[in-house]
């Protein structure tokens, strides 16, 4: 089992910046989570559908959604800890953001799917 916990958000303005974290917890991550998980982390705002932001392969490749390239960064912060770090945040940034985990390669889960998420945390850029 894997657990978790984001923290982070909160409100900013625009241009302004913001670091997500997101705790790992659990039995399925003892040893070395970021050596065996494809991470990642989605957003959702009202009205529509949950989309991914960055993601983090175990052999350390990232990948962003065009919006965020050159603004956000997805890194790992500790052996159990992923961050994201938003810079010049825009007020389309506005939204829930979710941090995601699952075993394998993220070109695999994300097609099929993470198995993990974390409750969110509300990001809010006027």
């Known amino acids: 089992d894997v657990q978790l916990v984001e923290s982070g958000g909160g409100s900013v303005q625009a241009g302004g910046s913001l670091r997500l974290s997101c705790a790992v917890s659990?039995?399925?991550?003892?040893?070395?989570?970021?050596?065996?998980?494809?991470m990642a982390w989605f957003r959702q705002s009202p009205g529509r559908e949950r989309e991914a932001v960055a993601t983090?392969?175990?052999?350390?490749?990232t990948v962003y959604a065009d919006d965020v390239k050159g603004r956000f960064t997805i890194s790992k912060d500790g052996a159990k800890t992923l961050a994201l770090q938003m810079n010049n945040l825009k007020s389309e940034d506005t939204a829930v953001y979710y941090c995601?985990?699952?075993?394998?390669?993220?070109?695999?889960?994300?097609?099929?799917?993470?198995?993990?998420w974390g409750q969110g945390t509300q990001v809010t850029v006027s």
């Open positions: 659990g039995s399925g991550t003892s040893g070395y989570t970021f050596t065996r998980y494809c």
């Open positions: 995601a985990a699952d075993l394998g390669q993220c070109g695999v889960v994300v097609r099929l799917g993470f198995d993990y």
């Open positions: 983090l392969d175990a052999d350390g490749d």
